[in-house]
């Protein structure tokens, strides 16, 4: 009933930039937080940075200075800007949205895309 939908993926040289979108749709009546976390082969899922609906944000330390997430609340899409791009950024970049359905839900869900693959060359 809610779809995430990440965009902007791709293959970029170090030092390079990458802006990746994702757009939630579907049953929604509010989203709080939104976040991107990516994966690489072999290692855990984790955190790369998160936005409320407040825009108060938070960021993995491996991140900080070198990537600005934001959100546009009208268009339910959040953005993540990656500058100064390391071979160690590479993985798949997954969006997740915590939604809540209808005005008298009791908790809110969390929705995940597909992911987009970001690879980052020496």
């Known amino acids: 009933q809610v779809q995430v939908v990440e965009s902007g993926g791709g293959l970029v040289q170090a030092g390079g930039s990458l802006r990746l979108s994702c757009a939630a749709s579907?049953?929604?009546?509010?989203?709080?937080?939104m976040g991107w976390y990516r994966q690489a082969p072999g290692k855990q899922r984790e955190l790369v940075a998160t936005?409320?609906?407040?825009?108060?944000?938070n960021y993995a330390d491996s991140v900080k200075g070198r990537f600005t997430i934001s959100r546009d609340n009208a268009k339910k899409t959040v953005y993540l800007q990656m500058n100064s791009l390391k071979p160690e950024d590479t993985a798949a970049y997954y969006c997740?949205?915590?939604?809540?359905?209808?005005?008298?839900?009791?908790?809110?869900?969390?929705?995940w895309g597909q992911g987009t693959q970001v690879t980052v060359s020496s």
């Open positions: 997740n949205a915590e939604v809540r359905i209808s005005p008298v839900a009791v908790r809110n869900n969390n929705y």
């Open positions: 579907g049953s929604i009546f509010t989203i709080d937080t």
């Open positions: 936005i409320t609906s407040g825009r108060r944000t």
